[in-house]
């Protein structure tokens, strides 16, 4: 089996494993996505502030596409007789989702900038922690990583201009569907566009590309309102009101009420999921700079200004959220594509030195032998930490997942009751994990924010009325609501 073979078998296979296995990290995700999600398909589930039609923050487009896609999993289980966790089918599509995005952006990486580069990328994204969690999680900035890695890959395959043109509407995509901030990683891409016009003069035909671009994500805009109107009785452009919620609502309400972190945290957190890998990443553009500043050729296929330009997302992104307070693991996802590559691009130049090394120098002295057994070493134990940081997440807080998978037992399949939640309520798994009579409920502990609350009444799936309600003892400073109690 040759390696173009194998590699989509990989990518598959590790998504799918975290999709049966990776422990939920985030309580928004399962708030804000799987309770609306499940909502939908099955009648009830948690209902966060942010889907109050008084504050509408968040896109039921977004829910509504997963939905659509859920019901084959009721299809299957009630065709079949099978009690398939929509959560788990929904993960595994995600995965294969985020398999196609890396596949395709390795091998245009393989065409356009080299094979070693390619097969370092395959690599990195295969091993890393923060691609294992990032590639099923269902969130907009997976979405966005998924879309910007299309993106990346179509500014790095042009194809007479109809790659810019791909390359705008996936990064439009990830924006109107996904998380609206993702569009920030187009800007340094874009700076090759206007190098070419300044080569060329040709300003007609770049400008022409890049509406043909625009022009594609346009039909996204009145999907997203025509969506949103349904449940929130209103027009509401989600994009727009989460930037609006996020960067204009002043001091006492935005994204800072509910936590900030040192400007050091996304270094920290990097270190973790990425380790060597991250260190590597920040390492390409000041390598490559090198390159140009003393004129070495290029160690890709790539000039070294167009590299400097590829690796450039990344900081950008970096630089931009470390300056918010207000940070969390998540909000990384949607550039750990460009990561990756800069991680790629980074050890492939220094193999290129290290080959290329005056015989008079000290680098140039050390036997090619003894320069491979370091190099393969240092990949190996990079590998190591990886997959054993990621087995140790794993195996030290799956608990949620495994002691609410009891509740598909045969046994609690007609059960009627609550299910009371107390300190650590943040830990559970969604409403996908409990049978139709089963409730789950929050008990007052030390917790003294808003908890969610439930969704009005219960309705059939994809029925719309109840979502339309504006829910009591809602609002969007984070203040407490004891109606949320039992």
Known sequence: MSSSQILPFAFLVINTIAAVNAPIQDCDEVFNYWEPTHYLNHGFGFQTWEYSPEYAIRSWLYISIHAVFNIFSLVINRTQGT??????WTRMALGAACAYCELHLVQVVSKRIGARVAAILAIVMLSST???????????????????MMGLASFLEPENGL??????????????????????????????????????????????RMMAGVARVLPLIPLDLA????????????????????????????????????????????????????LLALCAGPIVALQLLFRRPSASRLTNFRTLVFSAPFYLWLLIFSLQPHKEERFMYPAYGFLCLNAALALHVLLFELGHADPKSV??????????????????????????RTTGTVTAYNAPMKVY???????????????????????????YFLPKGIRAQFIKSEFSGLLPGHF?????????????????????QNTEDPGKYV
């Not at 045969?410 to 650590?424: D, F, H, N, V």
């Open 83 to 88: 009690q398939i966790n929509g959560l788990i």
């Open 130 to 148: 923060g691609m294992f969690y990032a590639s099923v999680a269902y969130l907009p900035s997976s979405f966005s990583m998924y879309t910007s």
């Open 163 to 208: 790659g810019t043109q791909r390359g705008i509407a996936w990064f439009g995509l990830g924006a109107i569907v996904g998380w609206p901030f993702s569009a920030a990683l187009i800007l340094p891409l874009m700076v090759d566009e206007l190098v070419y016009v300044r080569l060329t003069g040709k300003i007609s035909g770049t400008l022409q």
């Open 227 to 278: 969506i949103n109107a349904l449940f929130f009785r209103r027009l509401v452009f989600s994009p727009w009101r989460i930037v609006s919620y996020n960067v204009f609502s002043g001091s006492s309400r935005g994204p800072n009420i509910f936590g900030t972190e040192p400007w050091h945290f996304y270094i920290r957190n990097l270190l973790l999921n990425f380790n060597v890998w991250f």
């Open 363 to 388: 680098l140039g002295r050390i036997p090619s032998l003894l320069k491979t057994c370091l190099v393969v070493a240092g990949v190996l134990v990079t590998i190591a930490i990886c997959v054993l």
């Open 405 to 431: 998978s009891i509740f598909q037992d045969p046994e609690y399949i007609r059960a009627q009751g609550s299910l009371c939640l107390g300190k650590e309520w943040y830990r559970f798994p969604s409403s």
């Open 456 to 476: 009005s009444g219960e309705i059939g799936p994809l029925s719309l009325p109840i979502a339309r309600k504006i829910p009591p003892g809602m609002n969007d």
